[in-house]
């Protein structure tokens, strides 16, 4: 009978599978971001949600470039809070949010690079913070 909690690439593969879980919830859970000038907004990384903040991006951008900064649009999010944000608050809410994915994506990597992978690799010590 073979054991494969004993083959390296069993445990390997069963191993990053848990990390990219943690990743995942850790996504969907999201965090607090402070948009300077603004104030505190709740933000998750599910797909639909970057789906909205790319387009919100989007939108912003254009705005800016058109000379629009004081067009104001509302945000409702994670916590469902409505918040009035001009395009500049709009692009650097997304900035900052999607540093924060690429940090938890990176953590997430480092993690796997590990071997083994820690036993406790869900503990907040090897994630970006959240709030």
Known sequence: ???FAQDP???RRRDHDAVNAERTRRLEAGSIFT???????????????MVTLSGLLD???ARI???????????RDRDNTDHLLTPP???QMVQIG???VEAVYNASWD?????????DFTDDGHWPPVR
Not at 65 to 75: L, N, P, Y
């Open 9 to 11: 690439e069993f445990r």
């Open 59 to 61: 939108g912003a951008q």
């Open 35 to 49: 948009v300077p000038g603004y104030g505190d907004v709740a933000l998750q990384a599910r797909l639909q949600d």
């Open 89 to 91: 608050q709009i692009a």
């Open 111 to 119: 993690i796997k690079k590990l071997d083994p992978v820690p036993a």
């Open 65 to 75: 470039a058109a000379g629009d900064v004081t067009t104001i649009k509302r945000f």
């Open 1 to 3: 009978m073979i054991d």
């Open 98 to 100: 999607t540093a924060w």
